[in-house]
């Protein structure tokens, strides 16, 4: 079964996480700030979030693990 959880996502900050990449002008900016305020994601190293790169299917298994608060219990 899948439940799905919508929320509304905030006004972004004023400053940037990823100002190299995604400034605060970028079309994306406060869906990639509440990712990454939620602890989903923390770009794809040195600062950046890197937009326009593919993503593997295994990174999107965590993007969606860590969303939805699922653990897998040994």
């Given at each position: ?26 079309p ?7 990712m ?16 326009d ?22």
């Amino acid at each position: 079964t899948f439940v799905w959880c919508a929320s509304a996502v905030e006004l972004a900050p004023a400053t940037a996480t990823f100002p190299s990449d995604v400034p605060t002008t970028h079309p994306l900016f406060r869906f990639i700030e509440a990712m990454a305020a939620a602890g989903i994601t923390g770009g794809c190293g040195a600062g950046a979030y890197c937009p326009d790169s593919p993503l593997t299917r295994g990174q999107m298994a965590v993007f969606f693990s860590t969303a939805l608060g699922l653990h897998f219990a040994p």
